[in-house]
């Protein structure tokens, strides 16, 4: 039987907190923020956390490095 294997993308895309909360960098922050409103910029420099649901399937895509 082989090893389950770290799913890449969800690496270098997510984090796990010790409470087992998969947060993650806000989209919207890369490039054209000129014609954002300082209010939108600012609130999307705060990570976001993701529910139970999908949390729980991007601790499971992580699980061989956990």
Known sequence: MTKQKTHKGIKKRFTVTA?????????????LLSSKTGK??????QDGVLDNYHADRIVEALRPIL
């Open 19 to 31: 409470k087992g909360k998969a947060k993650h960098r806000n989209a919207s922050r890369g490039h």
């Open 40 to 45: 939108r910029k600012r609130q999307l420099r």
